[in-house]
């Protein structure tokens, strides 16, 4: 990750409080021009110079869940001028990883406030979910296969929007969904492949499983490389564009960072795509697929592969599944 222009404003404000003699007060802290509606501030702990974004949230701090993880930690903390909310680093090196999530952070508040909104504390509490749920699973980039994969599922919500101006909601990947994406009862699985494939990659006992949905679908994502095709950068940009509000563009973002997508990354990296087209299947009765309960009971767990060929009888129109998965959300 390379060091933004706000980052390094970051240290700078670090560095400058280093400076200044200690007091009595848990935190030193200078508050930062902006945002006006919500009271922000770059901080060192006084106990060990812990560099902190601080936040004084008044009473909407209560809700926010504290959280410990790669070296980062979010906690509350009483101080004479009331509740603060302090994310503070505890591995030293990772400083300037640090300075990029505060000052993404930041950036994601001031995107709100010059939209007008002022749930500010919701917004930057949001901000830090995705940033948690990133670090919980890695700090650094996307591998080549997983941006593959990434893009098929934003090819696939590219084309649920047009049936559902909300369709972003229905997008469960990123929160660890057992379907890519759920609405209304319907489930849509989306496996992508780069180049010709025969097999669909199955990674869990329960991820064809249709107990208790209304359908569920495969979307088969057929990508081929191109010099005049996509990369994973410009179709983050393009899906964004057509989101309404910074509401909406907001939880795109924060989904795409609990996705594993870096925010501010080369909008040129990965390969460069075109879609051939999306294939669809309904799992149904005799759909070949490993289920929970049809395995002994000593399997925990099983990935497996399905040959497409094996699945010409159940294959629909994609576009009629997109139609009604789309609609489902306007009933």
Sequence with gaps: MSMTPDAAALLGEWDELAAVAPGDRLYRTRRLS??????????LREIDGAPCLVALPGG???SIASFETAGLRLSRAADPAGLLLVLSLEEPSRRDLFAEICSDCIRTVLRWEDEGENELVTVLAARLAAWRAFLRDQTSGLSRNEMVGLIGELLVLDRLL?????????WKAPDDGLHDFVLSGHGLEVKTALGPTRQLHISTLD?????GLASLH????????SVSGDTLGQITTLIEQRLNGERARSAFRNALLRRGLLPGGDANAGPRVACAGIDGYAVSDGFPRLLRNDVSLGIAEATYQVEVRALAGFAVDMATVLDTFGGTGNE
């Design 34 to 43: 902006r945002p006006a509606q919500l009271d922000l501030r770059a901080g």
């Design 60 to 62: 909407a701090g209560n």
């Design 162 to 170: 047009d049936e559902n101006a909300e369709a972003v909601a229905a």
């Design 207 to 211: 991820q064809l499983d249709d107990a």
């Design 218 to 225: 495969i979307a088969h994502v057929r990508l081929v490389e």
